[in-house]
């Protein structure tokens, strides 16, 4: 019988990128994967193909999951956007947008999960943090907030849910081959004064070992695995995936 065979997963930012491979990784273990993004039809097409279910939803409106209630047993806190500026050039209306996407939502997402978790005694929540959580990089400002403000959140959601069977950890990937990170690319060429094709070597990997994209399937297995009943006992930690990065 597959690991998560009767489990419930919702994964934000399902659609694409990382949330799309965490997906397919899920429901390949036997989930039942909520697909949540706010792109209406990628979140529709992804879940019919996983035999799973999508939610359209706008995760910047916050006031609306004040009330939100989830009967979800695994929740993938995934959803990001990124903005490259100097501090002093940083539009405060986007820093604001930044944390609330990356921080606050997935806050009231954990506050909504966790009664239904608790009263099962089982709960898994993974939330795709970055390296950035870990390490700062220049021009990043809100990024970097957020992903450290996210590593936080999960330690305590660790420490309060332990009693109820319920765990909480952070995935730390580097540079993974999604549309974001490809977007990436020319901003970080102007803030730096580089050509796009130095990007990659110079800027992105400049401080990883290993020179590559980590793929999203790599973060998809690490997701699934924290998932599994084979993690009981792994809670309050941040596994990293970048290539050596945060081992200087």
């Not at 403000?149 to 990937?173: D, F, I, M, Q, R």
Request: proline residues 5%; glycine residues 10%; charged residues 20%.
């Amino acid at each position: 019988m597959p690991e998560l065979d009767g489990r419930r997963a919702l994964v934000t930012g399902g659609a694409s990128g990382i949330g799309a491979a965490c997906v397919r990784a899920l429901a390949a273990s036997g989930a039942h994967v909520v697909v949540a993004d706010v792109d209406e039809a990628g979140a529709a097409a992804l879940a019919e193909e996983v035999g799973g279910s999508s939610w359209t939803v706008d995760l910047l409106d916050v006031t609306a999951l004040e009330t939100l209630e989830l009967d979800v047993d695994i929740l993938v806190n995934n959803a990001g956007i990124q903005r490259v500026s100097p501090l002093e050039e940083f539009e405060p209306a986007a820093f604001r947008r930044i944390l609330a996407l990356m921080l606050e939502a997935p806050f009231l997402l954990v506050r909504a999960a966790l009664p239904h978790m608790y009263e099962q005694g089982f709960g898994r929540i993974i939330n795709v943090s970055s390296v950035h959580g870990l390490r700062a990089s220049p021009f990043k400002g809100a990024y970097v907030a957020a992903k450290h403000g996210l590593e936080g959140l999960s330690k305590v959601a660790a420490l309060e849910g332990g009693p109820h069977g319920v765990t909480s950890n952070c995935v730390n990937p580097g540079y993974v081959r999604t549309p974001l990170v490809e977007k990436q690319i020319a901003a970080q060429a102007e803030a730096h004064g580089i050509p796009e094709d130095e990007v990659l070597a110079t800027v992105m990997l400049a401080e990883s070992a290993i020179k590559r994209l980590v793929e999203p399937e790599e973060v998809g297995a690490l997701v699934t695995w924290l998932a599994s009943p084979h993690s009981a006992m792994v809670t309050g930690a941040s596994y990293t995936m970048d290539g050596g990065w945060s081992a200087r």
